[in-house]
Nanobody, 121 residues
Framework: VQLQAYGGGLVQAGGSLRLSCVAY????????GGWFRQAPGKELTFVAG????????SYADSVKGRFTISSDGADNTVNLQMSDLKPEDTAVYFC???????????????WGRGTQVTVSS
């Protein structure tokens, strides 16, 4: 599986961005799709995850109520709609695919290149 993330950028606090992760080759049908982020000087942390069929949706506490993860139904794209963005959401965001639901980056097999999200105050 090759993963490609799209949609990062610069936005003001309170704004919205939509990230998309597209799987090339084998689809997300066989995997659990997750989003992680890494802020400068900080560790990689789980943001949200979902199975291609919409099951087992999970969010980090820091983004609950503001971010929404979804699959496109055609099982090759996982989206992350980010609303009410805060400066502390600034990070490089990575999409990943793993065999099963997990919030640990160690359990993900495939990773896309990161996309920068910057939220200005």
């Amino acid at each position: 599986v090759q993963l490609q993330a799209y949609g990062g950028g610069l936005v003001q606090a309170g704004g919205s961005l939509r990230l998309s992760c597209v799987a090339y080759g084998p689809t997300f049908r066989n995997y659990y799709g997750g989003w992680f982020r890494q802020a400068p000087g900080k560790e990689l942390t789980f943001v949200a995850g979902i199975y291609w069929n919409g099951h087992a949706v999970s969010y980090a506490d820091s983004v609950k109520g503001r971010f929404t993860i979804s699959s496109d139904g055609a099982d090759n794209t996982v989206n992350l709609q980010m609303s009410d963005l805060k400066p502390e959401d600034t990070a490089v965001y990575f999409c990943a695919a793993g065999d099963y639901f997990s919030t640990s980056s160690n359990n993900y097999i495939y990773w896309g290149r990161g996309t920068q999200v910057t939220v200005s105050s």
